[in-house]
């Protein structure tokens, strides 16, 4: 007895302390992987981490202005559907997922945007709007904390498979995948630039490159463009593949949005 | 120049405006032995020129993944060897194919083939049908490849 419960007690620390290497710096577990926070410098990620700091909050704050405004033809808010937004918490954390009555998975975007067009029966947000990073950014954020979780539909898997598949392929002038520096290159320098792993953890991000905040799908066009590939078009069905592909191997990795990039 | 934006001009991920050559291949390059000893062009490059180049990451692209004894570029790649020695290890008609198409010489090579345009997929559509570099260019990237001795 004494024996089993100092058993469950083990697991319990075991899990505990797995769950903190992932949030922060691998202190020596068993877990390689690193969140791309983990490759910049200290500076990035005190702003990262305080919230006064973090310019993509900005975002997230005007995200709970949007969750309560009414708009669209049923004058309704996110928030008369859905209450409180405490009830979106560890939803970020298992996208894509395929929505009731259809057949193919969308992103966390497009399920926002499902629920603009089809519930508040209002017009569709276009990508990288302000409006849709923010409600993204406002709906991730309630996740920050929680390990990635991907739905055990086997309907994913074929998109999933598809995703690993443009992962591993060469494209492009250069010819290159992205595993070829992701999988493989990790860690090393792409002329200053320390490659990361390409974990989708802190999705969106406030880039300072960009002076705003961006989705995983802008991310992705500008590994494709340093590439010479032909950027797939904006709402493709590749991106959410490759994200797909990307939430599972990166699965029980901490989401930690908004991130913040150089 | 702040940092970000000198990142991104290094990794020129952001506007691939960089210069691309329309080529013609009507004649290939005649590869003999793991070697193309013939000039692309005919005509010798020139060292200068091809260091610039080989420094430029919006043109070369080589110091991505190389580094190499071109001290004012601070910024250089790991993923691949120290340009240095280059040209003690390899004869010009080496490198030249080298820098063509690596994948002659080793088929799971990353470096991109700087003067094929056969067999890739996807190329952004302002680099469509053209190389990397043009065969001017790759002959003074050789030249200047050459002068690198130990």
Not at chain 1, 50 to 57: F, H, L, S
Not at chain 1, 96 to 113: F, N
Request: net charge positive; glycine share 10%.
């Amino acid at each position: 007895m004494i024996a089993r419960h100092f058993g469950i007690g083990l697991a319990i620390v075991f899990i505990a302390s797995y769950a903190l290497a992932q949030g922060m710096a691998d202190k020596g577990g068993t877990d390689k992987r690193r969140s791309g926070t983990q490759d910049m410098g200290g500076v990035l990620q005190k702003m990262q981490d305080d919230d006064t700091a973090n310019p993509g909050m900005l975002f997230v704050q005007l995200g709970g202005e949007l969750w309560g405004k009414a708009s669209g033809a049923s004058g309704k808010s996110c928030a008369d559907c859905h209450g409180s937004v405490a009830s979106m918490k560890g939803v970020a954390a298992r996208y894509p997922a395929i929505p009731k009555g259809a057949d193919a998975p969308v992103d966390l975007e497009g399920r926002i945007d499902l629920c603009r067009t089809a519930n508040q029966r209002a017009g569709s947000l276009t990508s990288e709007s302000r409006e849709l990073l923010a409600l993204t950014a406002y709906v991730a954020h309630q996740s920050r904390g929680f390990p990635i979780t991907p739905p055990d539909d086997p309907r994913l898997a074929p998109f999933r498979a598809r995703g690993e598949k443009l992962w591993q392929a060469r494209q492009g002038q250069l010819n290159l995948s992205c595993a070829i520096c992701h999988d493989d290159n990790a860690g090393k320098k792409l002329a200053g630039v320390t490659i990361p792993e390409a974990h989708p953890t802190g999705y969106p991000i406030y880039r300072l490159e960009w002076q705003t905040l961006g989705s995983l799908k802008r991310r992705l066009r500008n590994c494709l463009a340093g590439i010479r590939a032909e950027p797939y078009a904006y709402d493709a069905p590749e991106y959410v593949m490759l994200d797909l592909f990307l939430m599972d191997r990166a699965r029980g990795m901490m989401l930690e949005s908004p991130g913040v990039r150089p | 120049m702040s940092r970000p934006g000198l990142l991104a001009a290094a990794l020129a991920l952001a506007a691939p405006a960089a210069v691309a050559q329309q080529v013609d291949l009507q004649v290939a390059p005649q590869i003999v032995g793991d070697a193309i000893p013939a000039s692309l062009t005919g005509q010798p490059g020139a060292a200068a020129r091809g260091r610039a180049i080989v420094a430029n990451r919006g043109v070369g692209l080589c110091l991505l993944c190389h580094s190499g004894p071109i001290v004012e570029e601070r910024f250089q790649g790991d993923l691949a060897p120290n340009l240095a020695g280059a040209g003690s290890r390899w004869s010009e008609g080496q490198l030249r194919l080298r820098i063509v198409d690596g994948s002659r010489l080793n088929a799971d090579t990353i470096m991109p083939p700087y003067y094929r345009t056969s067999g890739l997929r996807r190329v952004a559509r302002n680099f469509q049908g053209k190389t990397i570099l043009s065969a001017a260019q790759i002959e003074d990237v050789v030249a200047y490849l050459a002068t690198l001795k130990d």
